[in-house]
């Protein structure tokens, strides 16, 4: 058997590339006499923007730290040993970099032995053991504290918690055991289930304290001086730290069918991660720890070497990393300053945007449309979310008034426009309109202005074609709802000159939106693949499949909703529309359902009825519906779409619409939700074999989403 220091050097040697965490042992008297204390601090060197993460060098400095303290406290020259991190900074968990390189199982077991050999030590130690919460704690960072004997927590801590089920694992390293073991199993549920596949969900320091996570709270100023004179009080007996008795009955159960529920009803039993975590914490009831490390080794490394991880890790590296350096951006020294926005249509769509360019920018922004009401509307809508805010405690007082002092409307566009520098139109989706709309700004704007459009189908180039300057024209395509949906396609029209690019791409990072460049191609990205993706489901519907066989294929995705709801979320008349625009491009592959025109015709909002609080197909609709008699199943059904969507990036990547097929992925992520666990798309399309029963070869390279060869 390797001991653990052989275990992490064999470790290390696949991953050179490690940041690598010191563990660095200071001693001190703590107060009140109660005696001399070893600290460790968790520590890469860096600043809070690159935050301390545990690959098996740092394991290992970690493990060395513990030699010591062991010794001590064996001696008795300790009376007990503490584990913060940096400024802002506990630790972040496991480095994933790292985790992308293992190719055999059992080296990804040695992964989640070395975790568990190393952090165990803490709970074994002589003496009593402390986690001092200090700043940001994920994953691994969260679990080396639940080893701990205590833990406190900075009540300014911005963000904890277990994420790993988001990315397509477990918490390997202790997290599923001790967990529910500490706080009960529903609250594990909740931190270890329900938050992850909620988007990632973050705890602050308050919630820790409350969830029973740590025994103790205190302001981030004085922190750790803080936790040091509790830690003396409970070393001398005067705290006694009092936890409750934990429900091991069928409230137990109970809570593992509830995160059962959570799963199926986020991703319906298409990726593994979420049901593993749950098998742990179910046979963590009985308390046998070292049953639920060795489970949670087991699954890790199976986890390891699955598709699913990958494309979590593949999903995580496009939002963090690609999202900020987009593809194909010019040069950023080229934008402009914007000093003023104006906005053109004062509708719903506009006075989201206008909001958000007030908050982001907090510049000038000042709405037109063609009356005074809907102007009135639009700035009323501004100035009543302002006040959510501020009745939150989101912004104060000041900022609310210097917010709605900035906002106003006017319907004179020469009035409102001839000082702005970036001017937005968001009016009805007719070309006829927009160019009309174009040419009346263009009149009266700034020979510098930039004229964006937030168009989701039409040509830029159609649109700026009648302008003197139309090299001043960009897409910018957002996302409903606009302040939470992070995609921003930005369109380059045929003539868009760098300098109005720029500008489009440095307005996007202050709006702190993903911004992708995109080609000037019918719908650009998302509308384009969910309208083939669903046109092709309405033509398996209009050939006679019936609508919840068709409905159900789709499921094992884990798609964000299904593509009749998302269909009453874009509203069937926009989703006609947009398909129509298709049809006029490519009229052999996207269809305009007669189905859906008359449900539009009839003035229905969807294809379902809510009446019992559950969907169910409108009597109406049905009545409605003329279907064929080629009826598909469940996976027929399935592989139609997916070989559907893998012709259309494959035409899409062939047409230069993005960079890459990365792009696609990061536009399918932010802008219409598709899961982490699908890598967007094309790592899925790989690894079901559609890609190359489709297009003759996948979208990736091996390794780029899967296991490296």
């Not at 080229?334 to 719903?348: E, H, I, M, N, Q």
């Not at 037109?368 to 805010?389: C, M, N, P, S, W």
């Not at 459009?453 to 074609?465: G, H, I, K, Q």
């Not at 592989?639 to 969507?645: C, S």
Request: with cysteine.
């Amino acid at each position: 058997m390797s001991t653990t220091a052989e275990l992490l050097k064999g470790a290390a040697e696949l991953f050179p590339d490690e940041v690598v965490t010191s563990a660095h042992v200071r001693h001190l008297d703590l107060p009140f006499g109660a005696g001399r204390f070893a600290l460790i601090t968790l520590d890469n060197g860096f600043d809070h923007t690159k935050p301390t993460t545990f690959g098996p060098g740092s394991l290992a400095n970690l493990n060395a730290a513990i030699d010591q303290v062991e010794k001590e406290a064996a001696e008795g020259t300790i009376v007990g040993a503490g584990v913060t991190g940096k400024p802002f900074i506990f630790a972040v968990g496991a480095d994933l970099k790292g985790v992308e390189l293992l190719k055999k199982h059992e080296d990804a077991l040695a992964i989640g032995k070395g975790g568990h050999e190393v952090f165990k030590r803490l709970a074994a130690l002589a003496v009593p053991t402390f986690a001092y919460y200090n700043g940001a704690a994920m994953g691994g960072g969260v679990e080396v504290g639940l080893h701990c004997t205590y833990r406190t927590v900075s009540k300014a801590l911005p963000a904890f918690s277990l994420p790993e089920v988001f990315l397509g694992l477990v918490p390997g390293w202790g997290g599923c055991t001790l967990l529910p073991n500490l706080i009960g199993a529903e609250n594990a549920v909740t931190v270890i289930i329900e938050n992850s596949l909620n988007q990632n969900r973050q705890l602050k320091g308050k919630q820790v304290f409350d969830l029973g996570i740590a025994d103790a709270i205190f302001e981030g100023a004085d922190f750790l001086e803080q936790s040091l004179i509790w830690t003396a009080n409970v070393l001398k007996g005067d705290i006694k730290v009092e936890r409750p008795e934990i429900d091991r009955g069928e409230a137990w159960d109970q809570a593992v069918a509830k995160g059962r529920f959570i799963a199926d009803s986020k991703v319906h039993g298409a990726a593994p991660a979420a049901y593993r975590a749950l098998d742990i914490i179910e046979a963590a009831k009985d308390g046998d720890l070292q049953a639920g490390y060795d489970a949670e080794d087991k699954a890790l490394a199976d986890l390891i070497m699955g598709g699913e991880l990958r494309s979590g890790i593949y999903a995580f590296n496009l939002v963090q990393k690609r999202a900020k350096r987009p593809a194909g951006a010019p040069d950023k020294s080229l934008a402009r300053p914007v000093t003023k926005v104006g906005v053109v249509g004062a509708g719903l769509m506009a006075s989201q945007l206008a909001l958000l360019f007030l908050r982001r920018l907090e510049v000038p922004v000042v709405l037109t449309d063609i009356d005074q009401e809907r102007v009135d509307k639009g700035v009323g809508y501004v100035h009543a979310e302002i006040d959510k805010l501020l009745a939150k405690s989101r912004i104060n007082q000041d900022k609310a008034n210097r917010l709605k002092g900035l906002v106003s409307g006017v319907l004179d566009k020469a009035e409102g426009f001839s000082d702005a520098d970036f001017i937005i139109e968001a009016v009805f989706e007719e070309i006829g309109v927009k160019q009309q709309v174009f040419a009346e700004v263009e009149a009266v704007a700034p020979a510098h202005a930039i004229l964006a459009t937030n168009t989701s189908s039409l040509s830029v180039s159609e649109m700026a074609s009648k302008l003197k300057h139309p090299e001043r024209v960009v897409g910018f395509h957002f996302f409903n709802p606009v302040a939470i949906l992070p995609l921003l396609e930005i369109v380059r029209g045929e003539q868009t000159d760098d300098a109005a690019l720029a500008t489009a791409f440095g307005v996007a990072k202050k709006l702190k939106k993903t911004a992708v460049l995109v080609k000037d191609a019918p719908a650009f990205v998302v509308n384009r693949i969910l309208t083939r993706f669903m046109g092709e489901i309405q033509n398996v519907i209009d050939e006679g499949t019936p609508v919840e066989v068709a409905e159900k294929a789709v499921e094992p995705l884990g798609l964000p909703m299904s593509p009749l709801v998302l269909l009453e979320l874009v509203g069937p008349a926009i989703g006609l529309h947009v398909s129509e625009t298709l049809n006029r491009s490519f009229p052999e592959r996207f269809t305009v359902s007669p189905n859906l025109a008359a449900v539009v015709k009839a003035g229905k909002r969807g294809f379902y009825v809510y009446d019992s609080g559950k969907p169910e197909l409108d009597p109406e609709v049905v009545a409605l519906l003329k279907q064929g008699d080629s009826v598909l199943t469940e996976e027929q059904t399935r592989d139609r779409v997916l070989d559907a969507v893998a012709q259309e990036i494959g035409l899409m990547l062939q047409e230069g619409v993005v960079a890459e097929a990365q792009d696609i992925d990061l536009c399918l992520i932010t802008g219409a939700g598709w899961p982490f666990h699908l890598g967007g798309i094309t790592p899925y399309l790989d690894r079901e074999g559609v890609s190359e029963r489709v297009n003759g070869k996948k979208f990736l390279a091996q390794g780029v989403a899967s296991v490296p060869a």
